[in-house]
Nanobody
Framework: QLQLVESGGGLVQPGGSLRLSCAVSGFTLDYYAIGWFRQAPGKEREGVSC???????????KYADSVKGRFTISRDNAEKMAYLHLNSLKPEDTAVYYC??????????????????WGKGTLVTVSP
């Protein structure tokens, strides 16, 4: 059974950092792109970042403009983990963060419907 489980969310002050983790099971991570998405209260879910499969796409990365230079995505296929490092956090980064998987490639514009499997999310709150 394919599963993705996020962890690492919490309360952090503006300017702070967090590392979100995504543990995957039930499939070979090498062949899947992993994306991070977020949904703020009252807003639609949006793409944050994605890293393509190592086997076919060399692990290329994409970032939303709003997080470029502040967030970094990474993966460890051997450990079946993916990560999102969040730096210089702002109150507008407050959201539930989800990891998601798609076969081989990231969706071109980080579209939500480009992903096939989803975790249940972890809450990040940025507040003084």
């Amino acid at each position: 059974q394919l599963q993705l489980v996020e962890s690492g969310g919490g309360l952090v002050q503006p300017g702070g950092s967090l590392r979100l983790s995504c543990a995957v099971s039930g499939f070979t991570l090498d062949y899947y792109a992993i994306g991070w998405f977020r949904q703020a209260p009252g807003k639609e879910r949006e793409g944050v970042s994605c890293i393509s499969s190592s086997s076919h796409s060399g692990g290329g990365t994409k970032y939303a403009d709003s997080v470029k230079g502040r967030f970094t995505i990474s993966r460890d296929n051997a450990e079946k983990m993916a990560y999102l490092h969040l730096n210089s956090l702002k109150p507008e980064d407050t959201a539930v963060y989800y990891c998601a998987a798609a076969y081989l490639y990231c969706p071109g514009d980080l579209e939500v419907d480009g992903m096939d499997y989803w975790g249940k999310g972890t809450l990040v709150t940025v507040s003084p």
